[in-house]
Nanobody, 121 residues
Framework: QVQLVESGGGLVQAGGSLRLSCAAS????????MGWFRQAPGKEREFVAA??????YYGDSVKGRFTISRDNAKQAVFLQMNSLKPEDTAVYYC????????????????WGQGTQVTVSS
């Protein structure tokens, strides 16, 4: 069992930056691939980034602007978001799955409650 708690969301102007954090509790955190997803009003939840086995993966819309990282000793994963755009506005979710990463929402077993990110133009 893994519990995830996100923090760091907020309101920022276009071009600004935010850093999201996700604190995990449970055993063998390092065995889990960790992902960030987001969901805007009226849209499906979409893949943002994932980290697994030391490798990182990004959705096309955030490549070059967002960076995912993790600290296994602190059982935490982070999402540094730079050059934010109004279209990045969404609720951001942290998720965990055993094994290798995936971009598929349904393949992640554990989810946080989400944190709101709002980017004003």
């Amino acid at each position: 069992q893994v519990q995830l708690v996100e923090s760091g969301g907020g309101l920022v102007q276009a071009g600004g930056s935010l850093r999201l954090s996700c604190a995990a509790s449970g055993r063998t955190f390092s065995a889990y691939a960790m992902g960030w997803f987001r969901q805007a009003p009226g849209k499906e939840r979409e893949f943002v980034a994932a980290i697994s086995g030391g490798s990182t993966y990004y959705g096309d819309s955030v490549k070059g602007r967002f960076t995912i990282s993790r600290d296994n000793a602190k059982q935490a994963v982070f999402l540094q978001m730079n050059s934010l755009k109004p279209e990045d506005t969404a609720v951001y979710y942290c998720a965990a799955k055993l094994g290798y990463y995936s971009t598929g929402v349904r393949l992640y077993q554990y989810w946080g409650q989400g944190t709101q990110v709002t980017v004003s133009s």
